[in-house]
């Protein structure tokens, strides 16, 4: 009796989310009130944050008979997706009352979508980790298609929608082959399970696996949705679907790869090499082309996939706890940069193509000062944290032996630098628009905002907490 | 050591900390107060820099003023600041040039004053980190960092193809400091685990990896000497900067990259640089004979300086890589010479744009008739860049030359060019410019300098005769340090 009573507790926040998305999801239907649904969402933001935060002690405890892991890589990775959903839904608010959007849907499907992040965290058996998946992805599907009317955006759900389900069809079959292999589901037992004899068929499983999880990252040549969907969806949703996926898609990476198949590395440390060039090339290139802000951003994500991926390849802890690291400091640019364009947009004006953020230094130079830092930390530049998030993955690179991916993956970077640098010369050195930009969003936003692109300077002034706590999380969490 | 904040970190912070004073104090409407705390903040920076000088222990080539502080405990990067008697001086000709370089921005800039003040401010505390640095990442921050103020500077205050010099400046030189971060990340494990420079040039480094670390260095530092063939981001720079821009970028940014070579390329990969001298030593050539024939034809009278810089950095370079006393010294002295003379030929051609709006040899003439001071200052100055003796420029060139004549005679002939080509491109100009007869309205119009451009002049002025005529107090500051240098390099470290 105490024994179940114990199992749950490692998944008390996952229980404490899915019930009070229920109560959101009424909320509103008996209310009538969007404006509780948004408080009640931040509340249970806080409030699982506050329980993970007491349930973390660094032991890892499996729960569901195995099925469910805790430990403090995952609780680590929760706290930053539940701050960076806070984040976004703060941001997002103004945009979504002018568009008619603030409804409780909205709030109900972002904790759901919190609740598959959280499910796919923890999850230590191809089932968990599928249906956290298929939670979060069914409900970024329906975000992306909430502006009922706009063609764009349902489009790109649709996209979304297609190729996820192929992506989701991937990841099965090459989970469907592994189990016929070793007989089993769970992580734990697989790893010893997997059968170095038949190289051939792990192989041939693996491949799904990873081309699967390369979807859902957004890395290449599994991209080409990135793009499509991050310029479609409503600036808010992309703001939600840049920041908190990429740090659940990063656990299942470790989930699978590390705790799963760890004996294979020799076959995936290869794929993984491929897909990260291929990444940085194409993101860096195609990012340079771009006229539309967020479809920039779009490619500049999948340019840091790669670099993402270039950690996980050493097979270290250092590249681990570097590509943890750098995955973190990637989802709070990526809130900040798409935040800036959700803030400065307003009733019937998007504020998204490049242009529209010409001259925004004369009127509102400390909005181009956030910009500026998040560009030039994206970008790698010290002192702000992008650098130190570049450093610590070559680092791990040379360490493990990978000079020339180092070098081919600076090379790109210098690439990369172009298209930043062209943000902060639209924002300093264009004559500003005839049409005065208005930042749309309160006070407190705008507060969140700075906040935001302050935290680029202080985490790279000082980035010894977070590396620290990265490094010591991969540490107690890999055995 | 000092209790509490060193002397080193006080001339990084201060610049920096006032320069986010005036950021914060507002817009244009504050202008006034944001000159004012500029010149204070400069000043300021200036001051706290001096202790350097009058505190410098010159009998020993260890390092001084040290601090230490850990930064990223986990990967072992510290906060180390230390100067001996190459980097010392940089750091005063830098804070100086910073109090410059607001003076000469005082009445010019009118629009965003406080972000240009500021911009200045920040570079002049970050360009003072490059050169105190003595841990790898921390240079490495400094040295990329310094690159976001000056890409602003040219970028918002310069001329009509600012946009595209801008950019140009920050991906050339950003080329060759990616590649220098994987090289330090390579010492680090070379070196079992240190970000330290002083320990990095103590390891040994078997022959290939150090010719491979000597390219990666040869790539961040040649592109910011500039080095011929990577020269070409340089006059788009300099002719598109605001008159500020130019004189920092001259003045220090350019010596950031020669001081790389003698604090990182040789001393950490001594057998690679003997092995590639013959390659160093005839790009500098290159760049002594052939950019002084280029600066020959230019019509722009920045970018004549440009190209007269490259020339001179040429020789610098040339001085570092025969591996005498004299041609290192020479070389720094060369670069100490080169900051005043630059600066001060910056500053003239800004004081005619000014009036004038035109950098065009072509639109001057007869300037000495309508601003007598100004013309002689400006002839001293001239005069300073062609080498003549009694002035600084005369000092380093000679010594070079000296140090060069003593390993090969042909190498010294070509370097000796220079006295002639420096002296043609640079007097010609002037004659062009200041002499004959007035050609248009405009330049009878011009008015003379007024006090404060004289004062900013005239200091040139005095730190350009004074190290012409007395130049032991700089020479003497270095000798040890060079001299250990030197020792250093020539023992290899082969394992």
């Given amino acids: 009796m105490t024994l179940s009573m114990l199992n749950l507790m490692p998944a008390l926040p996952e229980i404490f989310v899915l019930s009070l998305a229920c109560v959101v999801l009424l909320v509103e239907a008996f209310s009538k009130k969007a404006a509780w649904a948004y408080t009640l969402t931040q509340w249970t933001l806080v409030g699982a944050g506050v329980i993970t935060l007491f349930n973390a002690d660094g032991v890892k405890t499996y729960a569901f008979n195995g099925m469910f892991v805790g430990d403090l890589m995952g609780d680590v990775l929760k706290l930053v997706i539940y701050a960076a959903a806070v984040v976004a839904v703060a941001y997002s608010r103004r945009y979504l009352h002018d568009r008619g959007m603030f409804r409780g849907e909205y709030f109900a499907l972002v904790l759901f979508a919190v609740l598959g992040m959280m499910v796919m965290v923890s999850a230590s058996h191809f089932l968990t980790l599928y249906l956290g998946l298929e939670l979060l992805s069914l409900s970024l599907y329906t975000l992306v298609a909430l502006q009922r009317d706009s063609a764009v955006a349902s489009e790109a759900a649709m996209k979304y929608f297609v190729l996820g389900a192929l992506a989701s069809g991937f990841l099965l079959y090459g989970m469907s082959i592994l189990y016929g292999m070793t007989g089993t589901l769970q992580m734990g037992q697989l790893i010893q399970a997997v059968d170095m004899t038949h190289p051939g068929l792990l192989a041939f499983g693996l491949v799904f696996v990873v081309a699967g999880l390369a979807f859902k990252l957004g890395a290449a040549p599994f991209h080409m949705w990135v793009p499509d969907i991050y310029h479609g969806a409503p600036s808010a949703v992309t703001l939600f679907i840049g920041s908190a996926p990429k740090l659940a898609a990063f656990a299942i990476v470790m989930r699978l790869l590390v705790d799963g198949l760890h004996p294979a590395v020799g076959d995936w440390q290869q794929m993984l090499a491929i897909m990260a060039v291929l990444s940085l090339a194409i993101g860096n290139l195609a990012a340079i082309m771009q006229s539309n802000l967020k479809r920039m951003l779009a490619y500049s994500t999948i340019a840091h996939m790669g670099f993402l991926l270039l950690g996980l390849l050493t097979d270290s802890y250092a590249g681990y706890s570097a590509a943890m690291f750098y995955v973190i400091t990637y989802a709070i640019t990526s809130l900040g940069a798409f935040g800036m364009v959700v803030y400065l947009s307003r009733a019937g004006f998007e504020a998204e193509r490049l242009d529209d953020f010409k001259g925004l230094n004369a009127k509102h130079p400390w909005l181009a000062a956030i910009m500026a830092m998040l560009m030039f930390s994206m970008a790698g530049i010290p002192p702000f944290v992008g650098f130190y998030a570049k450093f610590v993955v070559l680092q791990a690179l040379v360490g493990a032996g990978w000079l020339w991916l180092a070098v081919a993956a600076v090379v790109f970077s210098l690439i990369g630098a172009f298209y930043y640098l062209r943000v902060v010369k639209v924002l300093y050195f264009d004559a500003p628009h005839a049409a005065d930009i208005v930042p749309s969003g309160g006070s407190d936003v705008r507060a969140l905002l700075s906040l935001n692109g302050i935290g680029m300077l202080l985490l790279g002034l000082m980035p010894q907490p977070l590396l620290a706590l990265c490094a010591y999380a991969i540490e107690v969490s890999l055995q | ?495």
């Avoid at chain 2, 600012?162 to 590649?179: D, E, M, N």
């Avoid at chain 2, 103590?202 to 592109?223: D, E, K, Y």
């Avoid at chain 2, 001239?382 to 380093?396: Q, R």
């Avoid at chain 2, 011009?446 to 730190?463: G, K, N, T, Y």
């Fill in chain 2, 1 to 495: 050591m000092i209790e509490g904040i060193g002397i080193l970190s006080l001339t990084i912070w201060v610049p920096i900390v006032a320069g986010l004073f005036i950021l914060a104090s507002g817009g244009d409407r504050s202008a006034d107060g944001q000159r004012a705390i500029a010149l204070v903040g400069a000043l300021a920076g200036f001051l706290v820099a001096l202790p350097l000088w009058t505190g410098f222990d010159a009998k020993t080539a260890a390092m001084q003023f040290e601090e230490m502080a850990p930064w990223v405990p986990l990967i072992n990067i510290n906060y180390h600041l230390g100067v001996d008697g190459i980097s010392m001086p940089f750091i005063l000709l830098n804070s100086f040039t910073t109090l410059l370089v607001v003076l000469a921005g005082w009445q010019v800039i009118q629009t965003k004053v406080g972000q240009y003040m500021a911009a200045f401010l920040i570079q002049s505390g970050l360009i003072n980190g490059v050169f105190a640095a003595l841990d790898g990442v921390l240079f490495y921050a400094f040295f990329e960092a310094m690159l976001i103020p000056l890409y602003i500077i040219i970028g918002v205050w310069g001329g009509p193809n600012r946009v595209y010099a801008a950019i140009k400046f920050f991906l050339y030189t950003l080329l060759g400091s990616l590649l220098m971060m994987v090289a330090l990340i390579f010492l680090f494990f070379q070196s079992g685990g240190s970000f330290e420079i002083l320990d990095w040039q103590r390891v040994p480094i078997g022959m290939t990896a150090q010719i491979l670390l000597f390219v990666a260095f040869f790539f961040a530092f040649a592109v910011k000497v500039p080095m011929w063939p990577v020269h070409t981001w340089l006059p788009d720079a300099h002719v598109e900067a605001p008159t500020g821009g130019s004189v920092v970028l001259a003045a220090i940014t350019l010596k950031v990259g020669a001081y790389g070579f003698l604090r990182f390329a040789m001393p950490i990969a001594p057998d690679a640089a003997h092995e590639l001298s013959g390659l160093m030593i005839a790009l500098s050539l290159i760049a002594v004979v052939y950019i002084g024939l280029v600066a020959l034809v230019q019509s722009d009278m920045k970018k004549l300086i440009a190209y007269s810089s490259i020339a001179h950095m040429g020789f610098v370079t040339l001085g570092f890589f025969i591996f005498q006393p004299l041609g290192v010294e020479g070389g720094l002295v060369q670069m100490i010479s080169h900051g005043f003379i630059s600066a001060a030929l910056f500053l003239c051609i800004g004081v005619m744009y000014d009036r004038l709006h035109s950098r065009q040899i072509a639109d001057y003439g007869g300037v000495v008739n309508a601003m007598p001071k100004f013309a002689a200052l400006f002839m001293l100055f001239a005069m300073a860049n062609a080498g003549l003796p009694a002035t600084s420029g005369f000092v380093g060139e000679f010594m070079v030359i000296l140090g060069t004549i003593k390993v090969n005679f042909w190498y010294a002939f070509a370097a000796a060019l220079t006295l002639i080509f420096g002296a043609a491109y640079t007097l010609w100009m002037y004659k062009r410019v200041v002499f004959g007869p007035v050609t248009n309205d405009k330049v009878a119009a011009m008015q003379d300098i007024d006090s404060r451009e004289f004062l900013v002049l005239a200091l040139l002025a005095i730190c350009v005769l004074g190290m012409g005529l007395y130049p032991l107090p700089v020479t003497e500051v270095m000798h040890a340090s060079v001299n250990n240098l030197l020792e250093h390099v020539a023992h290899s470290k082969l394992p």
